[in-house]
């Protein structure tokens, strides 16, 4: 009766660490995807900071305006 158990506790040992060592080998690609996508959203997150403060500069950039005669004698 011993030796049909020690049997399948060495099978369940042996499935047990092969499925380990595979899970190794799938969680290692799940990680570096995860920390792909992470860089990659802080990249575009950067991205459109950098696109906002250029339209914001664009914007408050000064313009050329004509000025009315009444304007310039008032200026001057």
């Known amino acids: 009766?011993?030796?049909p158990i020690i049997a399948i506790?060495?099978?369940?040992?042996?499935v047990?660490?092969?499925v380990n060592f595979v899970a190794l080998f799938v969680a290692?690609?799940?990680v570096l995807l995860f920390?792909?996508?992470?860089?990659?959203?802080e990249g575009l997150d950067?991205?459109?900071?950098?696109l906002q403060m250029k339209r914001f500069r664009n914007d408050?950039?000064?313009?050329?305006?004509?000025?009315?005669p009444t304007d310039r004698?008032?200026?001057i």
């Open 1 to 3: 009766m011993a030796v």
């Open 9 to 14: 506790l060495l099978i369940g040992l042996i």
């Open 16 to 18: 047990g660490a092969t």
């Open 28 to 30: 290692i690609p799940v």
């Open 35 to 41: 920390l792909g996508a992470v860089v990659g959203k």
């Open 46 to 50: 950067r991205q459109r900071r950098i």
């Open 60 to 68: 408050a950039r000064a313009r050329k305006t004509e000025f009315t």
């Open 73 to 75: 004698r008032t200026l």
